[in-house]
């Protein structure tokens, strides 16, 4: 109960807060946005370039399994289903 009640009063006080300094809400949110969107940028272009690496690696063939992987890997799931017997 006591939550409810200050969150009722913080809403109340937010709403007054935001009425009387609009206009210091509006500079403060002007000056927030553009390094929020530079950086949101910037986390996109590294994750694009990331998975764009990704990418030419799986093209190469440079993560696929080897014959050698492929075999222990049939060898290994005999042994699991033959455990599960």
């Known amino acids: ?6 969150g009722a009063i913080a809403v ?5 807060g935001l009425a009387v300094w609009f206009g210091q809400f509006l500079q403060v949110l002007a ?3 553009p390094p929020i ?3 949101g940028g910037g986390l996109a272009l ?8 990704d990418s030419w690696k799986n093209e190469e ?3 696929a399994p080897a014959d ?3 075999t222990r890997i049939a060898e290994l799931e005999k042994e699991l289903a033959d455990l599960k017997k």
């Not at 590294?46 to 690496?53: N, R, S």
């Open 1 to 6: 109960m006591k939550t409810l009640i200050g």
């Open 12 to 16: 109340l006080l937010g709403v007054v």
């Open 31 to 33: 000056g927030c946005i």
């Open 37 to 39: 969107l530079l950086l």
């Open 46 to 53: 590294y994750l694009g370039f990331d998975e764009l690496k």
């Open 61 to 63: 063939g440079q993560d």
């Open 68 to 70: 050698d992987d492929k």
